[in-house]
Structures are given as C-alpha cells and as structure tokens.
T-cell receptor, first 115, second 110 residues
Framework: DAGITQSPRHKVTETGTPVTLRCHQTENHRYMYWYRQDPGHGLRLIHYSYGVKDTDKGEVSDGYSVSRSKTEDFLLTLESATSSQTSVYFC?????WGQGLGEQYFGPGTRLTVT | RKEVEQDPGPFNVPEGATVAFNCTYSNSASQSFFWYRQDCRKEPKLLMSVYSSGNEDGRFTAQLNRASQYISLLIRDSKLSDSATYLCVVPPLNDYKLSFGAGTTVTVRA
C-alpha cells in the first residue's frame, strides 16, 4: 500500500471553528489532492497541488484553503466550519499527470462532523 | 452531459455469477480509463487501468468501446468479497482535475 496517512481520522467540531486536516505521504509523489465524499455526490475535488507551494481549486473549493510547504505534506483548512462541510475527506496522491492522472492512491480518510 | 456517468445499480448477484456494468464518458479523445473499488467506509483503491482496448486481471475484465464511448467492467465467478462500489475514472486531457463517476454498487449474496 502507498504510504499515505491522514490526521485526524475522526473529528467533531462546532460551527464557526477553524479546522485543519493533514495529509502526509512518504512516496515523494508530485501531485496531491483533497476530495470530499458525500452520499449522492460521489467524490468531488476540493483542491489539488502540482508541486510545493503550487495549488489550485477544484470543483467545490468555497470555504476551503490549502497549503503545501513540503512535498510530503498537504494541509486542508476549513476557515470557519459549517454543517454543510460535514463529510468524509480523502487525500490522494499521484506520480504523473495527463493520461496517467487516473492512477491515484488514497489515504484512509477523515470523518468530519460539524455540529 | 457529465464527463463520466455510471449505472448506480445496485447489482445484486449470487456467488459464482457473472456481473457486468458500464461507464460512459463524454470526451471522445480520452485515452486512458481506470476502475477503482471502494468498500463501505473505506478509501477507493485502484483496481484496473486501461490504456488500449481492454485489460484483464484474473476474474476481472475491462473492455473499451470507443465507438460508443463506454468502458465496461465484467466480474466472473463472483465472490462475496467482490461486494463493493466500483468507480470509473476518465482523466482529462490537459488538466489535473480528475472526475470520478458516482459508482456502481455490487452486492454478491451467498
């Protein structure tokens, strides 16, 4: 299995509080991604990174920010959590882009509940 | 039209049966295709990559139909452990943003 960890694995937080999720990889892959998964919506891309300090928005980026200061770490921050951000968050990595972009390896996920 | 569309199922089949389902894609220029499986409350895991007409890995066969723009996944001799949601992925040609299908749920019963 690819070396990807996420922390925390579970979190309950209150509306309006900031939350940071961490993704850590030991594969030295260039590309990293944050997805959320909700019933009826499947996996949706929040943000992605194509290198250290190089990030861009996905399809559901509102309310989220990211940072990547090292190859191995990709942080997702909810500046002020809302109940609509209750979800399962997956981090993924890939070694290539273009047609090889589909070979992604996922972390175990973080279950976030915003009350 | 969505970039990737899947029949959500569920497909409920007995052990030993063959089950097949499709994934349609919108970009006729797509060159690579991927199937993932996702167990309940777990992360998606890469099952199979398809770069040409198809691919086979044991009981799993993926076939590409470029004319009709769909890729199928066939599972032979189904096992209870094949129960999962199968996700189809078709990468964009010049972008980093990957689109996942919503998934097809397969349940294999004893």
């Amino acid at each position: 299995d690819a070396g990807i960890t996420q922390s925390p694995r579970h979190k309950v937080t209150e509306t309006g509080t900031p939350v940071t999720l961490r993704c850590h990889q030991t594969e030295n892959h260039r590309y990293m991604y944050w997805y959320r998964q909700d019933p009826g919506h499947g996996l949706r891309l929040i943000h992605y990174s194509y290198g250290v300090k190089d990030t861009d928005k996905g399809e559901v980026s509102d309310g989220y920010s990211v940072s990547r200061s090292k190859t191995e770490d990709f942080l997702l921050t909810l500046e002020s959590a809302t109940s609509s951000q209750t979800s399962v968050y997956f981090c993924a990595i890939s070694e290539t882009w273009g047609q090889g972009l589909g070979e992604q390896y996922f972390g175990p996920g973080t279950r976030l509940t915003v009350t | 039209r969505k970039e990737v569309e899947q029949d959500p199922g569920p497909f409920n089949v007995p052990e030993g049966a063959t089950v097949a389902f499709n994934c349609t894609y919108s970009n006729s220029a797509s060159q690579s295709f991927f199937w993932y499986r996702q167990d309940c409350r777990k992360e998606p895991k890469l099952l199979m990559s398809v770069y040409s007409s198809g691919n086979e890995d044991g009981r799993f066969t993926a076939q590409l139909n470029r004319a009709s723009q769909y890729i199928s996944l066939l599972i032979r001799d189904s096992k209870l452990s094949d129960s999962a949601t199968y996700l189809c992925v078709v990468p964009p040609l010049n972008d980093y943003k990957l689109s996942f299908g919503a998934g097809t749920t397969v349940t294999v019963r004893a």
